[in-house]
């Protein structure tokens, strides 16, 4: 039987055959919604936009500095980016690792006279939610991904004029909402 991918030319691989396995693969990956190990939840909180999708949650400015961090996206060392939406006032990143570790960053406003994040920009701050563990010692490689993940808002947060106003600090989210609910709880 003749290979899949095979030209002509024996030993040789048709372009052609190998385009249209990869733009059928292609199409059917976009098709399919990815599943996730993520088993916490994402109620909505009160006087907030809920657990919504970036898009209709965020305008369109705000849409476009957070566009970068899509579902999917591989941010560093086998850490991938499983679902992005918004809660409580914040950005929520859920991440998971090729070795199965997840991990949540929530996206705030920067709070320039009390900075709580594991890592920042001009606009905004990374907090890990480590189900309030906050006084112990993060591990080098979850700052790294935060930096990284920072480095990739700050090229995009130019767009937004008025600053990060649609979201809340760390301080008001504590303030405002359940803190328990706010936790990672992996």
Same mark, same amino acid.
């Given at each position: 039987?003749k290979?899949?991918?095979?030209?002509?030319?024996?030993?040789?691989?048709?372009?052609?055959?190998?385009?249209?396995?990869?733009?059928?693969?292609?199409?059917?990956?976009?098709?399919?919604?990815?599943?996730?190990a993520?088993?916490?939840?994402?109620?909505?909180?009160?006087?907030?936009?809920?657990?919504?999708?970036?898009?209709?949650?965020?305008?369109?400015?705000?849409?476009?500095?957070?566009?970068?961090?899509? /579902?999917?996206?591989?941010?560093y060392? @086998?850490? +991938?980016?499983?679902? $992005?939406?918004? *809660?409580?006032? !914040?950005?929520?990143?859920?991440?998971?690792?090729?070795?199965?570790?997840?991990?949540?960053?929530?996206?705030?406003r920067?709070?320039?006279?009390?900075?709580?994040?594991?890592?920042?920009?001009?606009?905004?701050?990374?907090i890990?939610?480590?189900?309030?563990?906050?006084?112990?010692?993060?591990?080098?490689?979850?700052?790294?991904?935060?930096?990284?993940?920072?480095?990739?808002?700050?090229? /995009?947060?130019?767009?937004?004029?008025? @600053?990060? +106003?649609?979201?809340? $600090?760390?301080? *008001?989210?504590? !303030?405002?909402?359940?803190?328990?609910?706010?936790?990672?709880?992996?």
């Amino acid at each position: 039987m003749k290979p899949e991918f095979e030209s002509k030319v024996k030993g040789r691989v048709s372009r052609r055959a190998f385009l249209a396995a990869c733009a059928a693969g292609s199409a059917m990956a976009t098709a399919i919604p990815v599943a996730t190990a993520w088993s916490g939840t994402s109620q909505p909180l009160p006087g907030d936009f809920g657990s919504s999708p970036i898009r209709s949650a965020l305008s369109y400015p705000m849409q476009r500095v957070f566009s970068p961090l899509g /579902t999917g996206t591989l941010i560093y060392d @086998g850490w +991938t980016i499983v679902r $992005t939406y918004v *809660q409580g006032n !914040a950005v929520v990143i859920e991440l998971e690792h090729t070795l199965h570790d997840q991990l949540r960053i929530d996206v705030c406003r920067r709070n320039p006279s009390n900075s709580a994040g594991i890592a920042r920009t001009d606009l905004f701050e990374l907090i890990l939610m480590n189900n309030g563990a906050g006084n112990s010692a993060t591990p080098a490689q979850v700052e790294r991904l935060a930096r990284m993940i920072a480095a990739a808002l700050r090229r /995009t947060e130019g767009a937004l004029q008025s @600053g990060a +106003t649609e979201l809340y $600090t760390h301080e *008001q989210r504590v !303030a405002l909402f359940d803190t328990n609910r706010l936790h990672f709880v992996g």
